[in-house]
């Protein structure tokens, strides 16, 4: 990334060594590393979000294309475009359904369990 060479290192190491001292010199590298760290998640995240804004952008003039040519002749780079745009539309008008379809999934099928359960209730009620 920097180039940096083991002798590089070592200096620098050395200087932060005497600079710092021996207690402050741990938490510096601890901080540096942090700043490194949220420097990478934040280019990583402007990346994904430059991507995506572009990507949409390229669907957006496609679909221009489209309606221009009154969605006839298309070639298969706007088709493909028009089909991922029909499948985002159709999945915003239906947000619901899959999550409700997991749940019915999760629920317990066990009908010893439900007996057991049942039998507890009933021994309970006077």
């Known amino acids: 990334m920097f180039d940096i060479g083991f002798w590089e290192l070592m200096v620098i190491g050395v200087l932060g060594l005497v600079v710092l001292g021996p207690e402050r010199l741990p938490v510096a590298i601890r901080t540096v590393r942090s700043w490194i760290a949220s420097a990478r998640s934040f280019s990583q995240s402007v990346k994904t979000e430059l991507s995506e804004e572009l990507r949409i952008h390229e669907l957006h003039s496609n679909l221009k294309k489209a309606e221009e040519s009154n969605l006839e002749n298309l070639s ?6 028009l089909r991922s745009l029909k ?5 915003v008008n239906r947000p619901y359904q899959t999550s409700t379809n997991e749940v019915k999934e999760t629920e317990p099928t066990n009908t010893a369990e439900s007996e057991e359960v ?5 021994d309970k009620i006077p």
Do not use: D, K, L
């Open 118 to 122: 049942n039998q507890i209730n009933e």
């Open 76 to 81: 298969p780079e706007i088709s493909e475009s």
């Open 87 to 91: 499948e985002a539309a159709e999945m």
